[in-house]
């Protein structure tokens, strides 16, 4: 069993990143703002992301398949940009709040970084192994 470290916190701010850019408008037409809310696809690609990334921090005590959560998680925070901009350019009729897109990228950096510090966690287990 592996002891949780830093990628926990990475895969926890992920989270918490998509979770304010579900909430923020992300884009506008005239007065009105939108948020995930409005928009069904992105609000169920977000809340798909978000538990993705929860259910992740727990998957601790096989390495490999957290490993490829983490990828599958990485390709989701991409999906929910691309869902942002698809909805805001076509459906809304609307233009993106560019500043906004900073915490879906910010998301991704961090679910990289915990795919990279868990692969780290699994190298360190082998060769504790080797030696015993």
Same mark, same amino acid.
């Given at each position: 069993?592996?002891i949780?470290?830093i990628?926990?916190?990475?895969?926890l701010?992920a989270?918490?990143?998509?979770?304010?850019?579900?909430?923020?408008? =992300?884009?506008?037409?005239?007065e009105?703002?939108?948020?995930?809310?409005?928009?069904?696809?992105?609000?169920?690609?977000?809340?798909?992301?978000?538990?993705?990334?929860?259910?992740?921090? =727990?998957?601790?005590?096989?390495?490999r398949?957290?490993i490829?959560?983490?990828?599958?998680?990485?390709?989701?925070?991409?999906?929910?940009?691309a869902?942002?901009?698809?909805?805001?350019?076509?459906?809304?009729?609307?233009?993106?709040?560019?500043a906004w897109?900073a915490?879906?990228?910010a998301?991704?950096i961090?679910?990289?970084?915990?795919?990279?510090?868990?692969?780290s966690?699994?190298?360190?287990?082998?060769?504790?192994?080797?030696?015993?």
């Amino acid at each position: 069993m592996v002891i949780q470290r830093i990628q926990s916190v990475f895969l926890l701010l992920a989270a918490a990143c998509i979770g304010v850019y579900s909430f923020m408008p =992300f884009a506008h037409a005239g007065e009105t703002n939108f948020t995930a809310c409005d928009a069904l696809p992105l609000l169920i690609v977000s809340i798909l992301t978000i538990v993705m990334l929860l259910l992740n921090i =727990f998957m601790y005590k096989d390495l490999r398949k957290q490993i490829r959560v983490a990828a599958i998680n990485s390709i989701l925070v991409i999906a929910t940009m691309a869902t942002a901009a698809i909805c805001a350019l076509t459906s809304l009729n609307a233009t993106l709040y560019y500043a906004w897109l900073a915490l879906p990228v910010a998301a991704l950096i961090l679910t990289i970084r915990a795919r990279r510090a868990i692969i780290s966690d699994r190298n360190l287990l082998s060769s504790a192994d080797r030696i015993r």
